[in-house]
């Protein structure tokens, strides 16, 4: 509410707005950004992944005062989780537990040979891990900034309640 609140306060007539918010541990309530543009990161991968339908193309419509279909259903939850780094030097990542391991692709197909594709039938998926750090690059814990971040990996459920099960077991 707070997002559409402000933006018919700033009369956006239509388009794609962006909205963060951060909540203390006081439950206030902080505006960080509110912006006339799509989000970042993975946000429009993992809308993607769960609703099976594109933000791009959305978004060009709405651009183009196209009549859409505003009427959204998700298919599944889709969660992006940051791997944060401990202090040292970086030797190797491994998964320790995952239902169909392997580096993929956005498009869902393996980014490592001989590994199976991406399978929306499954229950569990690990989409996409990336590590953006190289071995032997000295790591610390207290990440200021994304590119702080050791990496980041995907992951989608049918349900809300597993994918958090899921991603703590990667």
């Known amino acids: 509410n707070i997002n559409q609140t402000i933006t018919e306060k700033l009369s956006f007539k239509n388009g794609i707005t ?3 918010i951060k909540i203390d541990n006081n439950n206030n309530i902080y ?3 509110i912006a006339a543009r799509g989000a970042g990161d993975m946000i429009l991968f993992l809308f993607h992944l769960s609703t099976e339908r594109s933000f791009e193309d959305l978004a060009i419509s709405i651009a183009l005062n ?3 279909n505003s009427n959204i259903s998700y298919h599944r939850c889709a969660k992006q989780v940051f791997i944060s780094p401990t202090s040292g030097c970086l030797d190797d990542v491994t998964l320790t ?15 490592a040979p001989g590994l199976p594709e991406y399978d ?11 590590i953006g750090k190289l071995r032997g690059s000295m790591m610390a814990p207290d990440v200021s900034e994304s590119k ?13 309640t597993d994918i958090h099960p899921f991603a703590e077991r990667i």
Do not use: Q
């Open 66 to 68: 196209e009549t859409i």
């Open 18 to 20: 962006h909205g963060e």
């Open 97 to 111: 537990e995952s239902d169909k391991p392997g580096l993929r692709r956005k498009d869902g197909k393996c980014r």
């Open 31 to 33: 505006l960080m950004e």
């Open 148 to 160: 702080g971040r050791l990496g980041y990996f995907v992951v989608t459920s049918e349900n809300a």
């Open 120 to 130: 929306t039938n499954h229950e569990n998926n690990l989409i996409e891990v990336v």
